[in-house]
């Protein structure tokens, strides 16, 4: 088998990965960077479609995440014939998500803040919609290529992490031995609020393909969700008491519904007031109802909860009922996670850093030069520290509690240790991670796993695996 990895390779950017056995041409995952934008922003595709022995079958997505399906558009253009593999939930929710990045991309041109011609319009992505084909969990479907002279078959496996995860494992035969490999995706292998841990084959595995997102991050294992739970419970009350407003930026997959369900446990266990008003906004809600309509052939840890089970109001659009419901105490679930200059988290920041009465609470990821990540910063550094979060509005002082909490739906590396474990592989590639992420990997896996071949290829790196 031959692997290359076609998206950026020592940092998170854009996951693609192409194997090629016997034959038969498999893409795993279709995902953009969501760093760049345009032509920029997607795989070296070309690397492929340049190789007349290099022929694309199939193309299987992990999850609905940009970074693994936002050029999956670009992927159906440049390969046609091309079969599409995801589950069910992911492609309930990549009808959702690609219309939007769509809608996004031609919005940025009209406003004048890109010259980047949008890569695909929202007519291509209901076009090729159709063509997606979706697959139970565990149950076999047949990835043979055109030119295979034996059959390659795939199987999905719950990966934890998000709505329609998955795990991909995949069953082939090698002069005459049977082969298989198991690409990660993006895993979570604990419980989350509403999502249950991944579940892995039972048996071991030739080839495993493993992130290693969460690889340079040594505080990630310390931190246990339940003291996580606490300590936002906690500071949730203690601005609602006071008569603070509580801002959590979310991203809009994922996280959003898992902390409107930590919400519920907080009103149900009286830490919080049941009649406190939570605001939730944009794509987010359409999200939530898919992660409703599949509680009961999905993955759920309880399959009569529902996200909108938890009372919440649509944000109001206008200013004037902005600055009306601000005025009581009420907690906002809004994106961007990262704050990101014109979103509603960021506007709505703008309007309460000031005053220290309230809470911004960040509960997921914020790149270092992120506004979220700047505004913790300059909080951590005193009260009144002077923080530019959007450059319209120039320098803010930071007053208000500003709180990073972790529920990550990504393994910790310990539990991507205890994965290797499981799946007692011949062979380790590391994908979707920084490089120091990786090292940290490699040399753990070497330490506690010396027969297990590991590598950690660079981009263009072609492997015969
Ligand atoms: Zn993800
Ligand atoms: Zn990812």
């Given at each position: 088998?031959?692997?290359?990895?076609?998206?950026?390779?020592?940092?998170?950017?854009?996951?693609?990965?192409?194997?090629?056995?016997?034959?038969?041409?498999?893409?795993?995952?279709?995902?953009a960077?969501?760093?760049?934008?345009?032509i920029?922003?997607?795989?070296?595709?070309?690397?492929?479609?340049?190789?007349?022995?290099?022929?694309?079958?199939?193309?299987?997505?992990?999850?609905?995440?940009h970074?693994?399906?936002?050029?999956?558009?670009?992927?159906?253009?440049?390969?046609?014939?091309?079969?599409?593999?995801?589950?069910?939930?992911?492609?309930?929710?990549?009808?959702?998500?690609?219309?939007?990045?769509?809608?996004?991309?031609?919005?940025?041109?009209?406003?004048?803040?890109?010259?980047v011609?949008?890569?695909?319009?929202?007519?291509?992505?209901?076009?090729?919609?159709?063509?997606?084909?979706?697959?139970e969990?565990?149950?076999?479907?047949?990835?043979?290529g055109l030119?295979?002279?034996?059959?390659?078959?795939?199987?999905?496996?719950?990966?934890?992490h998000?709505?329609?995860?998955?795990?991909?494992?995949?069953?082939?035969?090698?002069?005459?031995?049977?082969?298989t490999?198991?690409?990660?995706?993006?895993?979570?292998?604990?419980?989350?609020?509403?999502?249950?841990?991944?579940?892995?084959?039972?048996?071991?595995?030739?080839?495993?393909?493993?992130?290693?997102?969460?690889?340079?991050?040594?505080?990630?294992?310390?931190?246990?969700?339940?003291?996580?739970?606490?300590?936002?419970?906690?500071?949730?009350?203690?601005?609602?008491?006071r008569?603070?407003?509580?801002?959590?930026?979310?991203?809009?997959?994922?996280?959003?519904?898992?902390?409107?369900?930590?919400?519920?446990?907080?009103?149900?266990?009286?830490?919080?007031?049941?009649?406190?008003?939570?605001?939730t906004?944009?794509?987010?809600?359409?999200?939530?109802?898919a992660?409703?309509?599949?509680?009961?052939?999905?993955?759920?840890?309880?399959e009569?909860?529902?996200?909108f089970?938890?009372?919440?109001?649509?944000?109001?659009?206008?200013?004037?009922?902005?600055?009306?419901?601000?005025?009581?105490?009420?907690?906002?679930?809004?994106?961007?996670?990262?704050?990101?200059?014109?979103?509603?988290?960021?506007?709505?920041?703008?309007?309460?850093?000031?005053?220290?009465?309230?809470?911004?609470?960040?509960?997921?990821?914020?790149?270092?030069?992120?506004?979220?990540?700047?505004?913790?910063?300059?909080?951590?550094?005193?009260?009144g520290?002077?923080?530019?979060i959007?450059?319209?509005?120039?320098?803010?002082?930071?007053?208000?509690?500003?709180?990073?909490?972790?529920?990550?739906?990504h393994?910790?590396?310990?539990?991507?240790?205890?994965?290797?474990?499981?799946?007692?592989?011949?062979?380790?590639?590391?994908?979707h991670?920084?490089?120091?992420?990786?090292?940290?990997?490699?040399?753990?896996?070497?330490f506690?796993?010396?027969?297990?071949?590991?590598?950690?290829?660079?981009?263009?790196?072609?492997?015969?695996?």
């Amino acid at each position: 088998m031959i692997f290359t990895s076609l998206g950026a390779s020592e940092e998170i950017g854009a996951s693609c990965h192409y194997i090629l056995i016997d034959g038969t041409g498999i893409l795993l995952d279709a995902g953009a960077d969501p760093e760049k934008e345009g032509i920029e922003s997607v795989p070296d595709l070309q690397r492929i479609l340049s190789n007349p022995d290099w022929p694309v079958d199939h193309v299987i997505v992990s999850h609905a995440h940009h970074d693994h399906l936002g050029s999956l558009p670009v992927v159906v253009k440049m390969f046609p014939h091309a079969r599409v593999h995801m589950s069910a939930a992911t492609r309930s929710l990549s009808d959702i998500l690609l219309p939007a990045s769509a809608r996004l991309q031609r919005r940025k041109v009209e406003e004048g803040s890109t010259e980047v011609a949008p890569l695909f319009a929202e007519e291509d992505v209901e076009a090729c919609s159709y063509l997606y084909q979706s697959h139970e969990l565990e149950t076999d479907f047949d990835l043979s290529g055109l030119k295979a002279r034996f059959e390659v078959s795939g199987e999905l496996y719950d990966a934890g992490h998000v709505l329609g995860s998955v795990g991909v494992h995949i069953t082939w035969v090698e002069n005459g031995k049977e082969r298989t490999l198991f690409f990660s995706g993006d895993t979570g292998l604990r419980n989350q609020t509403i999502i249950p841990g991944a579940s892995y084959p039972d048996d071991p595995v030739d080839v495993l393909l493993l992130e290693s997102t969460l690889g340079a991050d040594p505080d990630a294992e310390l931190f246990t969700r339940k003291a996580e739970e606490k300590r936002l419970g906690k500071a949730m009350s203690k601005v609602l008491k006071r008569g603070g407003v509580v801002l959590m930026p979310v991203f809009a997959l994922g996280r959003a519904q898992e902390m409107l369900a930590l919400v519920e446990r907080f009103k149900t266990r009286g830490l919080i007031d049941d009649s406190v008003p939570v605001y939730t906004a944009g794509m987010m809600r359409a999200i939530s109802d898919a992660y409703d309509k599949s509680r009961q052939t999905t993955p759920r840890l309880n399959e009569e909860f529902e996200v909108f089970g938890v009372k919440q109001r649509r944000l109001p659009r206008t200013q004037g009922g902005l600055n009306e419901a601000l005025k009581q105490p009420c907690i906002l679930a809004v994106g961007s996670g990262m704050m990101f200059e014109r979103t509603i988290s960021n506007k709505i920041a703008q309007m309460l850093v000031e005053n220290e009465k309230h809470g911004v609470f960040l509960v997921g990821y914020a790149r270092d030069d992120s506004p979220a990540a700047l505004l913790a910063e300059a909080r951590a550094a005193g009260k009144g520290t002077m923080v530019t979060i959007n450059k319209a509005h120039g320098p803010q002082a930071a007053n208000c509690d500003v709180e990073r909490f972790r529920f990550s739906g990504h393994s910790h590396r310990r539990d991507l240790l205890s994965m290797v474990d499981m799946l007692q592989p011949e062979k380790i590639v590391l994908v979707h991670g920084e490089k120091a992420a990786k090292q940290w990997m490699v040399d753990n896996i070497k330490f506690f796993y010396p027969e297990i071949e590991v590598m950690m290829p660079a981009t263009n790196d072609v492997l015969e695996v």
